[in-house]
């Protein structure tokens, strides 16, 4: 049974910095690249990165520069490291892989004030 559990959700300021942890099991979660999605209030879900099996990291044009995504093979876990972060980025991140099926992760809240 595939499960993705993410932890390190919280509220911050703007211009702090906050990361997210996502924990795979159930699933060879190392071969496979790892999304990071946000869904913002009153908005669709948005792709936001993607950390590949080699460590190489994607990002989307909004976080561009302030988030980074990284990987421990050890640990079966991604991470998305979230630097200066704006009021805008509020929202509920997901991680996501797929293997033959899509699976997510139960969601990490983040709430930046101003």
């Known amino acids: 049974q595939v499960q993705l559990v993410e932890s390190g959700g919280g509220l911050v300021q703007a211009g702090g910095s906050l990361r997210l942890s996502c924990v795979g099991s159930g699933i060879h979660f190392n071969i496979k690249p790892i999304d990071w999605y946000r869904q913002r209030p009153g908005n669709e879900r948005e792709w936001v990165a993607t950390?590949?099996?080699?460590?190489?990291?994607r990002y989307s044009e909004a976080v561009e520069g302030r988030f980074t995504v990284d990987r421990e093979i050890r640990r079966n876990t991604a991470y998305l490291e979230m630097n200066g972060l704006k009021v805008e980025d509020t929202a509920t991140y997901y991680c996501?892989?797929?293997?033959?099926?899509?699976?997510w992760g139960q969601g990490a809240q983040v709430i930046v004030s101003s």
């Open positions: 950390v590949n099996p080699n460590y190489s990291g």
């Open positions: 996501h892989v797929w293997d033959f099926g899509d699976y």
